[in-house]
């Protein structure tokens, strides 16, 4: 028996990452490989690199398919079961919740052709099995990251403090950072991306644009004690779409937070925050307002707890951990 996958040039992070682990872990790739920008020539690739697997998969093989794959999931589970394989699907993210052009049962009808299921989290797994998924599922618990440096966290002494937030800026998006302000007290906001408005930052006091960093750069260089895990238009809750995705997502951004050695602050309702209160990695709150009082409630002695105890799970998402087990309990289920 072998462990095959499909190794498909993304421009995903996340995909890219368990890509490396996979190898590293001495699965097979059986994608054949291309470069090329034109739309035309990777089409073709993909549809060949798929086909291919007529001929090498193998009675017993197991195919780790990373979904969604486009317009070719179910051809790549129905050859793979045709010569006598199984499938193992991790999910990366859910058409039926991101860009819902799929209905949540046209998607459980699609993801059925798999013969095991890697979901985000419990929450994740609760939804399917709500919604009629009846294949076994294993949780993956968090996604790993990948990146060739180590965060360092500042000790907390008398100094105010200090939280950061990377992603896109854009008020469309993140238009509860455009409310946030005049409601940090006690500490103060630092934060990194692009798409900044900045028509209307003229007046802020309490949050610093500090620009774009390179995310390798930012595990090694950024200075925050937690990093925020926050979307929609809301410092209440995390509102809107985004906000009912983290209900059932994980969000790469806790990786990245981790990743660089810091704990982190979410909302009480994302599935994640389960998580990061049973590693002790953060807290979770309900509304952004709830900040202050929280971090009024840490000693120095209980946030270098926490320090060290992202910097566990920072080593963990180094060194795949987390993808790693939950493959094994998939193979279990086959």
Not at 87 to 95: E, F, N, S, W
Not at 216 to 236: N, P, Q, R, Y
Request: aromatic residues 12%.
């Amino acid at each position: 028996m072998s462990n095959l996958y499909l190794k498909i040039p993304s421009g995903n992070k996340a995909k890219e990452d368990i890509d490396v682990i996979m190898e590293k872990e001495g699965f097979v790739n059986v994608a054949c490989s291309f470069s090329s920008h034109n739309a035309v020539a990777r089409f073709f690739s993909k549809l060949i690199s798929v086909l291919l697997l007529i001929v090498r998969v193998k009675r017993g093989d197991v195919v780790l398919v990373q979904y969604p794959f486009k317009k070719y999931y179910e051809l790549v589970c129905n050859l793979t079961h045709m010569k006598g394989g199984k499938v193992v699907t991790l999910i990366h993210d859910l058409g039926s919740f991101r860009r819902k052009k799929l209905t949540v049962s046209q998607e459980n009808i699609r993801l059925s052709h798999t013969d095991v299921l890697i979901a985000h989290n419990e929450a994740m797994q609760e939804f399917l099995v709500k919604n009629g998924f009846v294949k076994p599922i294993v949780t993956l618990g968090i996604f790993d990251y990948l990146a060739p440096t180590f965060g360092r966290t500042p000790s907390k002494g008398d100094e105010e403090w200090q939280v950061v937030y990377a992603g896109g800026l854009a008020k469309r998006k993140n238009t509860f950072l455009y409310l946030l302000d005049e409601h940090i007290h006690g500490w103060h906001l630092n934060i990194h991306g692009k798409g900044l408005d900045e028509e209307y930052t003229h007046d802020w006091k309490n949050i610093t644009p500090c620009g774009f960093i390179a995310s390798d750069d930012f595990i090694k260089e950024s200075i925050g004690h937690f990093g925020l895990v926050w979307d929609g238009s809301s410092i209440d809750e995390c509102a809107g779409d985004w906000g009912v995705y983290l209900k059932v997502n994980n969000p790469h951004k806790t990786s990245f937070y981790l990743r660089s050695c810091k704990p982190v602050i979410m909302w009480k309702q994302a599935a994640l925050a389960p998580f990061v209160i049973r590693e002790g990695v953060g807290f979770a709150v309900e509304s952004l307002k709830e900040i202050e009082a929280c971090l009024k409630s840490i000693t120095p002695q209980q946030y270098s707890e926490m320090c060290d105890k992202a910097k566990v799970i920072s080593k963990r998402l180094e060194e795949g951990y987390y993808f790693k087990a939950s493959f094994r309990k998939a193979l279990e289920l086959l």
